[in-house]
């Protein structure tokens, strides 16, 4: 009786815990927009991060590959975001997309850098809380800064420089 008891306990806790959530394992995805004053395709020094961006996140189901989850997020002032996926989405393939940018001269986003994966398939076995971080994602400035042909040179030295 008394394992029964201390069975049911351990059972019952991470429910009381987030009681009006489903039985699941709780994580979180964190990741950051910026937008790409270089037009470089990578983030560099002079990189800067945008608050109120929009970002969705999407969970398709492994086998069908239809939408189960969606949920939109928007970045906090230091351009991050935080997801907290509440189930724990077994056989889901979860992917960030970027949605929209209020930066007026940085709106377009870097097909290339547009996109974070989370696979969740198989992931939080045992844990929870725990914290995922996914690649950024980002926009292209419409025009270059001045000083990113300079600070380029820094990540691709000219053979004459090497
Ligand atoms: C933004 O970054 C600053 C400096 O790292 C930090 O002190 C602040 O807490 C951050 N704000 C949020 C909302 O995370």
Known sequence: MVRLLLLFALCALPA???????????????GRVYCD??????????TTYIAGAKVKMECKDG??????YSLEVVTNENGTYEIMVEDDHEDQICECVLVSSPVTDCKVADE?????????????????????????MGFLKDQPLPGCPELLKTYFPTDEEQ
């Not at 009681?19 to 964190?30: D, E, N, Q, R, S």
């Not at 086998?63 to 189960?68: A, G, H, M, Y």
């Open 63 to 68: 086998d069908t590959l239809r939408v189960k």
């Open 16 to 30: 009381l815990v987030s009681a009006h959530l489903p039985t699941g394992k709780p994580f979180f995805i964190k």
């Open 112 to 136: 290339g850098r547009s996109k974070a994966s989370a696979l969740l398939t198989g992931y939080m076995n045992g844990v929870v809380n725990r914290k995922h971080i996914v690649n950024n």
């Open 37 to 46: 004053t270089c037009r470089a395709g990578f983030e560099t020094t002079a």
